[in-house]
Protein backbone atom coordinates (compact mmCIF):
# COMPACT_ATOMS: atom_id res chain seq x y z
CA UNK A 1 0.00 0.00 0.00
CA UNK A 2 1.43 3.20 -0.88
CA UNK A 3 1.72 6.14 1.80
CA UNK A 4 -1.23 7.98 -0.31
CA UNK A 5 -3.64 5.16 -0.26
CA UNK A 6 -2.91 4.29 3.24
CA UNK A 7 -3.83 8.02 4.00
CA UNK A 8 -6.54 7.82 2.03
CA UNK A 9 -7.94 4.42 3.66
CA UNK A 10 -7.04 5.79 6.71
CA UNK A 11 -9.16 8.84 6.38
CA UNK A 12 -12.27 6.82 4.59
CA UNK A 13 -12.47 4.74 7.46
CA UNK A 14 -12.26 6.69 10.35
CA UNK A 15 -14.67 9.20 8.68
CA UNK A 16 -16.88 6.23 8.39
CA UNK A 17 -16.68 4.98 11.99
CA UNK A 18 -17.32 8.55 13.21
CA UNK A 19 -20.54 8.66 11.57
CA UNK A 20 -21.30 5.19 12.39
CA UNK A 21 -20.83 6.38 16.15
CA UNK A 22 -23.19 9.28 15.28
CA UNK A 23 -25.98 7.52 13.71
CA UNK A 24 -25.27 4.37 17.02
CA UNK A 25 -25.92 7.13 19.15
CA UNK A 26 -29.46 8.51 17.46
CA UNK A 27 -30.85 4.65 16.75
CA UNK A 28 -30.23 4.00 21.17
CA UNK A 29 -31.60 7.12 21.76
CA UNK A 30 -34.69 6.31 19.64
CA UNK A 31 -34.78 2.38 20.45
CA UNK A 32 -33.04 1.76 23.95
CA UNK A 33 -34.45 -1.40 24.58
CA UNK A 34 -33.85 -4.70 22.93
CA UNK A 35 -35.82 -4.79 19.21
CA UNK A 36 -36.60 -7.72 17.68
CA UNK A 37 -33.98 -10.27 17.55
CA UNK A 38 -32.69 -8.94 20.75
CA UNK A 39 -35.31 -10.01 22.55
CA UNK A 40 -33.39 -13.20 22.61
CA UNK A 41 -29.88 -12.23 22.16
CA UNK A 42 -29.51 -9.58 24.50
CA UNK A 43 -30.77 -11.09 27.31
CA UNK A 44 -28.97 -14.84 26.62
CA UNK A 45 -25.94 -12.29 26.90
CA UNK A 46 -26.25 -10.41 30.02
CA UNK A 47 -26.45 -14.18 31.41
CA UNK A 48 -23.28 -15.55 29.85
CA UNK A 49 -21.72 -11.93 31.56
CA UNK A 50 -22.68 -12.64 35.13
CA UNK A 51 -21.38 -16.30 35.04
CA UNK A 52 -24.42 -18.22 34.33
CA UNK A 53 -22.96 -20.37 31.10
CA UNK A 54 -25.39 -23.25 31.51
CA UNK A 55 -28.17 -20.86 31.12
CA UNK A 56 -29.80 -20.82 27.39
CA UNK A 57 -32.89 -19.73 25.54
CA UNK A 58 -34.54 -22.47 23.41
CA UNK A 59 -35.71 -20.00 21.10
CA UNK A 60 -32.15 -18.89 19.88
CA UNK A 61 -31.22 -20.72 17.16
CA UNK A 62 -27.74 -20.23 16.58
CA UNK A 63 -24.67 -21.00 18.66
CA UNK A 64 -23.06 -18.84 21.48
CA UNK A 65 -20.49 -17.44 19.66
CA UNK A 66 -21.56 -13.39 19.49
CA UNK A 67 -22.24 -13.61 23.30
CA UNK A 68 -18.89 -15.93 24.67
CA UNK A 69 -17.59 -12.61 22.19
CA UNK A 70 -19.19 -10.03 23.66
CA UNK A 71 -18.53 -11.12 27.36
CA UNK A 72 -14.88 -11.58 26.27
CA UNK A 73 -14.29 -8.34 25.26
CA UNK A 74 -17.45 -5.88 27.68
CA UNK A 75 -15.69 -7.79 30.69
CA UNK A 76 -12.44 -6.84 30.38
CA UNK A 77 -13.33 -3.41 29.27
CA UNK A 78 -15.53 -2.98 32.07
CA UNK A 79 -12.25 -3.89 34.63
CA UNK A 80 -9.86 -1.57 32.74
CA UNK A 81 -12.14 1.47 33.12
CA UNK A 82 -13.95 0.85 36.18
CA UNK A 83 -17.54 0.38 34.59
CA UNK A 84 -19.99 -1.28 37.19
CA UNK A 85 -23.78 -2.01 38.06
CA UNK A 86 -26.15 -2.04 35.06
CA UNK A 87 -23.75 -0.03 32.37
CA UNK A 88 -21.83 -3.26 31.87
CA UNK A 89 -22.92 -6.03 29.34
CA UNK A 90 -26.24 -3.32 28.76
CA UNK A 91 -27.84 -2.99 25.53
CA UNK A 92 -25.90 -0.20 24.22
CA UNK A 93 -22.93 -1.95 25.73
CA UNK A 94 -23.39 -5.36 23.54
CA UNK A 95 -24.62 -3.42 20.43
CA UNK A 96 -21.24 -1.33 19.93
CA UNK A 97 -19.47 -4.96 19.76
CA UNK A 98 -21.36 -5.00 16.38
CA UNK A 99 -19.76 -1.28 15.56
CA UNK A 100 -16.38 -2.57 15.93
CA UNK A 101 -17.42 -5.62 13.69
CA UNK A 102 -18.05 -2.94 11.04
CA UNK A 103 -14.92 -1.21 11.15
CA UNK A 104 -13.23 -4.55 11.15
CA UNK A 105 -15.42 -5.21 7.86
CA UNK A 106 -14.49 -2.50 6.04
CA UNK A 107 -10.88 -3.05 6.84
CA UNK A 108 -11.25 -7.01 5.59
CA UNK A 109 -13.51 -6.00 2.19
CA UNK A 110 -9.98 -3.66 1.53
CA UNK A 111 -7.71 -6.30 1.99
CA UNK A 112 -9.80 -8.91 0.11
CA UNK A 113 -9.95 -6.26 -3.17
CA UNK A 114 -6.22 -5.60 -2.92
CA UNK A 115 -5.54 -9.39 -2.70
CA UNK A 116 -8.27 -10.42 -5.18
CA UNK A 117 -7.05 -7.82 -7.78
CA UNK A 118 -3.66 -7.56 -7.38
CA UNK A 119 -2.39 -8.44 -10.71
CA UNK A 120 -4.83 -5.93 -11.85
CA UNK A 121 -2.35 -2.65 -12.57
CA UNK A 122 -5.33 -0.64 -13.79
CA UNK A 123 -7.11 0.14 -10.41
CA UNK A 124 -6.33 2.86 -8.43
CA UNK A 125 -6.12 2.92 -4.78
CA UNK A 126 -9.00 5.51 -4.64
CA UNK A 127 -11.23 2.68 -7.04
CA UNK A 128 -9.53 0.35 -4.43
CA UNK A 129 -10.93 2.31 -1.18
CA UNK A 130 -14.34 3.55 -2.83
CA UNK A 131 -15.18 -0.41 -3.27
CA UNK A 132 -14.31 -1.21 0.64
CA UNK A 133 -16.23 2.03 1.39
CA UNK A 134 -19.77 0.73 -0.76
CA UNK A 135 -19.58 -2.67 0.26
CA UNK A 136 -18.66 -1.85 3.89
CA UNK A 137 -22.35 0.13 3.55
CA UNK A 138 -24.09 -2.35 2.18
CA UNK A 139 -27.71 -1.62 3.40
CA UNK A 140 -28.92 -4.79 4.74
CA UNK A 141 -25.12 -5.91 6.11
CA UNK A 142 -24.71 -1.67 7.47
CA UNK A 143 -28.71 -1.76 9.46
CA UNK A 144 -27.46 -4.67 11.72
CA UNK A 145 -24.38 -2.71 12.83
CA UNK A 146 -26.46 -1.06 15.35
CA UNK A 147 -28.83 -3.91 16.75
CA UNK A 148 -27.39 -6.80 18.64
CA UNK A 149 -27.52 -9.39 15.96
CA UNK A 150 -25.14 -11.83 14.66
CA UNK A 151 -24.44 -10.93 11.57
CA UNK A 152 -21.37 -8.18 11.31
CA UNK A 153 -19.34 -10.85 13.40
CA UNK A 154 -20.64 -13.79 11.15
CA UNK A 155 -19.10 -11.59 7.90
CA UNK A 156 -16.31 -10.31 9.91
CA UNK A 157 -15.01 -14.08 10.94
CA UNK A 158 -15.91 -15.53 7.31
CA UNK A 159 -14.09 -12.33 6.03
CA UNK A 160 -11.05 -12.86 7.70
CA UNK A 161 -11.06 -16.50 6.97
CA UNK A 162 -11.39 -15.76 2.80
CA UNK A 163 -8.43 -13.48 3.33
CA UNK A 164 -6.19 -16.25 5.35
CA UNK A 165 -6.89 -18.52 2.22
CA UNK A 166 -6.13 -16.65 -0.18
CA UNK A 167 -3.01 -16.09 1.29
CA UNK A 168 -1.95 -19.62 2.13
CA UNK A 169 -2.39 -19.73 5.71
CA UNK A 170 -5.22 -22.29 5.34
CA UNK A 171 -4.91 -23.55 9.18
CA UNK A 172 -5.41 -20.25 10.34
CA UNK A 173 -8.19 -19.91 7.78
CA UNK A 174 -10.19 -23.17 8.85
CA UNK A 175 -10.01 -21.32 12.63
CA UNK A 176 -11.62 -18.55 11.97
CA UNK A 177 -14.13 -20.45 9.85
CA UNK A 178 -14.95 -22.53 13.51
CA UNK A 179 -15.14 -18.82 14.86
CA UNK A 180 -17.52 -17.89 12.07
CA UNK A 181 -19.50 -21.22 12.41
CA UNK A 182 -19.87 -20.70 15.85
CA UNK A 183 -21.87 -17.36 15.08
CA UNK A 184 -24.11 -19.08 12.49
CA UNK A 185 -24.20 -22.72 11.29
CA UNK A 186 -24.69 -22.09 7.92
CA UNK A 187 -21.10 -20.55 8.07
CA UNK A 188 -19.76 -23.88 7.56
CA UNK A 189 -20.72 -23.55 3.50
CA UNK A 190 -17.97 -21.17 3.40
CA UNK A 191 -15.53 -23.25 5.05
CA UNK A 192 -16.14 -25.29 2.05
CA UNK A 193 -15.98 -22.32 -0.34
CA UNK A 194 -12.58 -21.66 1.05
CA UNK A 195 -11.15 -25.34 0.33
CA UNK A 196 -12.89 -25.23 -2.74
CA UNK A 197 -10.54 -21.97 -3.57
CA UNK A 198 -7.32 -24.12 -3.27
CA UNK A 199 -9.02 -27.36 -5.29
CA UNK A 200 -9.87 -24.95 -8.07
CA UNK A 201 -6.83 -23.50 -8.08
CA UNK A 202 -5.11 -26.86 -8.21
CA UNK A 203 -7.67 -27.77 -11.33
CA UNK A 204 -7.51 -24.97 -13.22
CA UNK A 205 -3.56 -25.51 -13.48
CA UNK A 206 -4.19 -29.51 -14.20
CA UNK A 207 -6.52 -28.28 -17.00
CA UNK A 208 -4.11 -25.79 -18.85
CA UNK A 209 -1.97 -28.68 -18.62
CA UNK A 210 -4.23 -30.60 -20.22
CA UNK A 211 -5.11 -28.21 -22.86
CA UNK A 212 -1.03 -27.99 -23.77
CA UNK A 213 -1.11 -31.63 -24.17
CA UNK A 214 -3.64 -31.82 -26.88
CA UNK A 215 -2.64 -28.51 -28.32
CA UNK A 216 -6.17 -27.30 -28.56
CA UNK A 217 -5.69 -23.97 -27.90
CA UNK A 218 -9.07 -22.87 -28.92
CA UNK A 219 -10.30 -24.41 -25.87
CA UNK A 220 -10.49 -22.80 -23.10
CA UNK A 221 -11.59 -23.20 -19.15
CA UNK A 222 -13.38 -19.89 -19.44
CA UNK A 223 -15.60 -20.56 -22.43
CA UNK A 224 -19.23 -21.12 -21.77
CA UNK A 225 -20.21 -23.29 -24.63
CA UNK A 226 -22.24 -26.21 -23.77
CA UNK A 227 -19.81 -28.79 -25.48
CA UNK A 228 -16.89 -27.11 -23.83
CA UNK A 229 -18.45 -27.70 -20.20
CA UNK A 230 -18.75 -30.82 -20.66
CA UNK A 231 -15.84 -31.73 -21.68
CA UNK A 232 -14.15 -29.86 -18.16
CA UNK A 233 -16.94 -31.78 -16.43
CA UNK A 234 -15.65 -35.47 -17.83
CA UNK A 235 -12.25 -33.72 -16.66
CA UNK A 236 -13.04 -33.03 -13.12
CA UNK A 237 -14.76 -35.93 -12.60
CA UNK A 238 -11.61 -37.84 -13.84
CA UNK A 239 -9.40 -35.93 -11.79
CA UNK A 240 -11.26 -36.30 -8.42
CA UNK A 241 -11.72 -39.62 -9.24
CA UNK A 242 -7.84 -40.25 -9.27
CA UNK A 243 -6.40 -41.56 -5.64
CA UNK A 244 -3.03 -40.13 -6.31
CA UNK A 245 -4.93 -36.70 -6.73
CA UNK A 246 -7.37 -36.72 -4.16
CA UNK A 247 -4.25 -37.40 -1.53
CA UNK A 248 -2.55 -34.30 -3.07
CA UNK A 249 -5.77 -32.20 -2.73
CA UNK A 250 -6.36 -33.53 0.76
CA UNK A 251 -3.10 -32.59 1.83
CA UNK A 252 -3.53 -29.06 0.98
CA UNK A 253 -6.77 -28.88 2.16
CA UNK A 254 -6.94 -30.76 5.80
CA UNK A 255 -7.87 -28.32 7.99
CA UNK A 256 -11.06 -27.70 6.63
CA UNK A 257 -11.57 -31.21 6.25
CA UNK A 258 -11.19 -31.31 9.94
CA UNK A 259 -13.67 -28.47 10.53
CA UNK A 260 -16.01 -30.03 8.30
CA UNK A 261 -15.73 -33.17 10.12
CA UNK A 262 -16.09 -31.66 13.19
CA UNK A 263 -19.41 -30.00 11.76
CA UNK A 264 -21.25 -33.24 10.98
CA UNK A 265 -20.47 -34.94 14.31
CA UNK A 266 -22.30 -31.74 15.65
CA UNK A 267 -25.07 -32.47 13.06
CA UNK A 268 -25.41 -35.92 14.51
CA UNK A 269 -25.27 -35.38 17.78
CA UNK A 270 -27.35 -32.30 18.10
CA UNK A 271 -30.15 -34.14 15.34
CA UNK A 272 -30.06 -31.42 13.11
CA UNK A 273 -27.92 -28.09 12.19
CA UNK A 274 -30.59 -25.89 14.07
CA UNK A 275 -30.50 -25.58 18.10
CA UNK A 276 -33.16 -24.52 20.17
CA UNK A 277 -36.52 -23.32 18.16
CA UNK A 278 -36.54 -25.66 15.40
CA UNK A 279 -40.21 -25.27 14.40
CA UNK A 280 -39.89 -22.33 12.28
CA UNK A 281 -36.66 -23.16 10.88
CA UNK A 282 -37.20 -26.23 8.50
CA UNK A 283 -34.97 -27.33 5.90
CA UNK A 284 -36.23 -27.90 2.54
CA UNK A 285 -36.10 -28.07 -1.15
CA UNK A 286 -36.56 -24.22 -1.97
CA UNK A 287 -35.17 -23.74 -5.33
CA UNK A 288 -36.80 -20.07 -6.30
CA UNK A 289 -34.30 -18.72 -2.84
CA UNK A 290 -31.39 -18.82 -5.71
CA UNK A 291 -33.99 -16.16 -8.05
CA UNK A 292 -34.67 -14.54 -5.17
CA UNK A 293 -30.75 -14.01 -4.55
CA UNK A 294 -30.45 -12.82 -8.19
CA UNK A 295 -33.41 -10.57 -8.30
CA UNK A 296 -31.91 -9.06 -4.94
CA UNK A 297 -28.15 -9.00 -6.25
CA UNK A 298 -29.38 -6.95 -9.78
CA UNK A 299 -31.06 -4.81 -7.57
CA UNK A 300 -27.96 -4.38 -5.53
CA UNK A 301 -25.51 -4.40 -8.34
CA UNK A 302 -27.32 -2.59 -11.38
CA UNK A 303 -24.11 -0.52 -12.05
CA UNK A 304 -22.71 -4.08 -12.89
CA UNK A 305 -25.87 -6.01 -14.00
CA UNK A 306 -28.11 -3.98 -15.50
CA UNK A 307 -26.42 -2.08 -18.32
CA UNK A 308 -27.33 -1.55 -21.85
CA UNK A 309 -24.55 -4.04 -22.75
CA UNK A 310 -25.28 -6.26 -20.71
CA UNK A 311 -29.33 -5.86 -22.17
CA UNK A 312 -27.48 -6.35 -25.75
CA UNK A 313 -25.27 -9.17 -25.13
CA UNK A 314 -28.16 -10.98 -23.45
CA UNK A 315 -29.91 -10.55 -26.36
CA UNK A 316 -27.64 -11.64 -28.87
CA UNK A 317 -26.68 -14.58 -26.74
CA UNK A 318 -30.69 -15.46 -26.39
CA UNK A 319 -30.64 -15.15 -30.18
CA UNK A 320 -27.62 -17.62 -30.88
CA UNK A 321 -28.30 -20.40 -28.48
CA UNK A 322 -32.65 -20.47 -28.54
CA UNK A 323 -32.57 -24.07 -27.27
CA UNK A 324 -30.68 -23.91 -24.57
CA UNK A 325 -32.18 -20.86 -22.74
CA UNK A 326 -35.91 -22.35 -23.81
CA UNK A 327 -34.64 -25.26 -21.19
CA UNK A 328 -33.30 -22.91 -18.66
CA UNK A 329 -36.81 -21.53 -18.77
CA UNK A 330 -38.88 -24.97 -18.70
CA UNK A 331 -36.73 -26.05 -15.59
CA UNK A 332 -37.17 -22.51 -14.18
CA UNK A 333 -41.01 -22.92 -14.62
CA UNK A 334 -40.75 -26.10 -13.24
CA UNK A 335 -38.73 -25.55 -10.13
CA UNK A 336 -41.44 -22.65 -9.18
CA UNK A 337 -44.38 -25.24 -9.80
CA UNK A 338 -43.35 -27.67 -7.55
CA UNK A 339 -41.31 -25.73 -4.77
CA UNK A 340 -41.94 -22.50 -3.91
CA UNK A 341 -42.31 -22.04 -0.27
CA UNK A 342 -44.24 -19.01 1.67
CA UNK A 343 -42.99 -19.37 5.40
CA UNK A 344 -45.24 -17.83 7.89
CA UNK A 345 -43.36 -15.22 9.26
CA UNK A 346 -43.07 -14.23 5.90
CA UNK A 347 -47.10 -13.48 5.55
CA UNK A 348 -47.46 -12.18 9.27
CA UNK A 349 -44.29 -9.62 10.18
CA UNK A 350 -44.94 -6.46 8.58
CA UNK A 351 -42.06 -4.96 10.29
CA UNK A 352 -39.61 -6.76 7.06
CA UNK A 353 -39.01 -5.31 3.71
CA UNK A 354 -39.41 -9.08 2.63
CA UNK A 355 -43.01 -8.43 3.82
CA UNK A 356 -44.18 -5.70 1.63
CA UNK A 357 -41.97 -7.41 -1.13
CA UNK A 358 -44.22 -9.78 -1.20
CA UNK A 359 -47.36 -8.91 -1.00
CA UNK A 360 -46.98 -5.67 -3.09
CA UNK A 361 -45.23 -8.25 -6.14
CA UNK A 362 -46.28 -11.98 -5.91
CA UNK A 363 -49.37 -11.87 -4.23
CA UNK A 364 -50.63 -9.33 -7.09
CA UNK A 365 -51.74 -12.44 -9.23
CA UNK A 366 -51.03 -16.43 -9.02
CA UNK A 367 -49.24 -15.92 -12.35
CA UNK A 368 -46.51 -12.95 -11.54
CA UNK A 369 -43.78 -15.32 -10.18
CA UNK A 370 -44.05 -17.39 -13.22
CA UNK A 371 -43.67 -14.15 -15.24
CA UNK A 372 -40.54 -13.52 -13.96
CA UNK A 373 -38.88 -16.13 -15.21
CA UNK A 374 -37.44 -14.23 -17.76
CA UNK A 375 -36.28 -11.56 -15.41
CA UNK A 376 -34.24 -14.50 -13.88
CA UNK A 377 -33.15 -15.80 -17.06
CA UNK A 378 -31.45 -12.63 -17.73
CA UNK A 379 -30.52 -11.92 -13.87
CA UNK A 380 -28.52 -15.56 -13.59
CA UNK A 381 -26.85 -14.87 -17.35
CA UNK A 382 -25.95 -11.49 -16.55
CA UNK A 383 -24.25 -12.90 -12.78
CA UNK A 384 -22.30 -15.81 -14.69
CA UNK A 385 -21.15 -13.23 -17.12
CA UNK A 386 -19.47 -10.43 -14.46
CA UNK A 387 -17.52 -13.64 -13.36
CA UNK A 388 -16.14 -14.67 -16.43
CA UNK A 389 -12.61 -12.94 -15.61
CA UNK A 390 -13.09 -16.44 -12.57
CA UNK A 391 -12.00 -19.73 -13.70
CA UNK A 392 -14.86 -22.22 -14.87
CA UNK A 393 -13.55 -24.32 -11.39
CA UNK A 394 -13.80 -21.29 -9.33
CA UNK A 395 -17.28 -20.77 -10.86
CA UNK A 396 -18.88 -24.27 -10.39
CA UNK A 397 -17.41 -23.99 -6.63
CA UNK A 398 -19.05 -20.97 -5.51
CA UNK A 399 -22.44 -22.20 -7.44
CA UNK A 400 -22.77 -25.15 -5.51
CA UNK A 401 -21.91 -23.19 -2.23
CA UNK A 402 -24.43 -20.50 -3.05
CA UNK A 403 -27.24 -23.48 -3.73
CA UNK A 404 -26.03 -25.25 -0.58
CA UNK A 405 -26.35 -21.69 1.59
CA UNK A 406 -29.53 -20.45 0.23
CA UNK A 407 -31.96 -23.43 -1.65
CA UNK A 408 -32.19 -25.05 2.06
CA UNK A 409 -33.77 -21.94 3.69
CA UNK A 410 -37.39 -21.86 3.49
CA UNK A 411 -37.94 -18.18 5.17
CA UNK A 412 -37.23 -15.41 2.69
CA UNK A 413 -34.93 -13.21 4.57
CA UNK A 414 -32.88 -10.88 3.19
CA UNK A 415 -29.71 -11.29 5.89
CA UNK A 416 -29.11 -15.03 4.39
CA UNK A 417 -28.07 -12.96 1.02
CA UNK A 418 -24.98 -10.91 2.76
CA UNK A 419 -22.34 -13.17 2.50
CA UNK A 420 -22.81 -14.76 -1.02
CA UNK A 421 -23.44 -11.16 -2.43
CA UNK A 422 -20.61 -10.09 -0.77
CA UNK A 423 -18.10 -13.39 -2.11
CA UNK A 424 -19.92 -12.19 -5.39
CA UNK A 425 -18.82 -8.85 -5.52
CA UNK A 426 -15.65 -9.22 -3.87
CA UNK A 427 -14.68 -10.96 -6.86
CA UNK A 428 -16.14 -8.76 -9.98
CA UNK A 429 -14.13 -6.38 -11.87
CA UNK A 430 -14.17 -2.77 -11.04
CA UNK A 431 -16.29 -0.50 -12.57
CA UNK A 432 -15.39 2.69 -13.92
CA UNK A 433 -15.20 5.83 -10.85
CA UNK A 434 -18.57 7.01 -12.33
CA UNK A 435 -20.45 3.44 -12.35
CA UNK A 436 -18.63 3.22 -8.54
CA UNK A 437 -19.63 6.72 -7.69
CA UNK A 438 -23.19 5.50 -8.60
CA UNK A 439 -23.00 2.45 -6.48
CA UNK A 440 -21.91 3.87 -3.38
CA UNK A 441 -24.58 7.00 -3.62
CA UNK A 442 -27.27 4.58 -4.13
CA UNK A 443 -26.26 2.61 -0.99
CA UNK A 444 -26.08 5.72 0.97
CA UNK A 445 -30.00 6.72 -0.35
CA UNK A 446 -30.91 3.47 0.53
CA UNK A 447 -29.19 3.36 4.37
CA UNK A 448 -30.81 7.18 4.66
CA UNK A 449 -34.45 6.22 3.39
CA UNK A 450 -34.16 2.72 6.06
CA UNK A 451 -32.78 4.39 9.01
CA UNK A 452 -35.53 7.25 8.05
CA UNK A 453 -38.26 4.61 8.76
CA UNK A 454 -36.46 3.09 11.36
CA UNK A 455 -36.31 5.61 13.81
CA UNK A 456 -39.33 8.11 12.20
CA UNK A 457 -41.83 6.28 11.41
CA UNK A 458 -42.93 4.16 13.79
CA UNK A 459 -46.61 2.03 14.42
CA UNK A 460 -48.17 -0.29 16.64
CA UNK A 461 -50.46 -2.87 16.45
CA UNK A 462 -53.53 -3.53 17.86
CA UNK A 463 -52.97 -5.88 20.48
CA UNK A 464 -50.05 -4.61 21.51
CA UNK A 465 -48.82 -1.29 23.01
CA UNK A 466 -45.18 -2.01 21.80
CA UNK A 467 -43.44 0.63 19.68
CA UNK A 468 -42.86 -1.51 16.00
CA UNK A 469 -40.57 -0.07 13.27
CA UNK A 470 -39.77 -1.28 10.06
CA UNK A 471 -36.34 -2.86 9.03
CA UNK A 472 -34.88 -5.34 6.74
Request: hydrophobic share 50%.
Amino acid sequence: MERAEAYGFSGAMSGAFLLSCLLFAAVSRRQRGPYMDEVFHVPQAQAYCQGRFLQWDPMITTLPGLYLLSVGVVKPAAWLLGWTGSVVCSVGMLRFINLLFSAGNFYLLYLLLFKIHQKNKAVSGFQRILSALTLAVFPTLYFFTFLYYTDPGSVFFTLFSYLMCLYGNHKTSALLGFCGFMFRQTNIVWTVFCAGNVVAEKLNEAWKIELQKKKDEKISSRKGSFSDLIRILQFLVEYLLSPKKLVTLSALTWPYIILVSLFFGFVFINGGIVVGDRSSHEACLHFPQLFYFLSFTVFFSFPHLLTPTKIRKFLLSLRKHPVQYSLVTVISLFLIWKFTYVHKYLLADNRHYTFYVWRKVFQRHELVKYLLVPFYVFAGWSFADTLKSKSIFWILMYFVCLLAVTVPQKLLEFRYFILPFLIYRLNVPFLSLYRQLLELTFYILVNAVTFYLFLNRTFQWENSDEIQRFMW
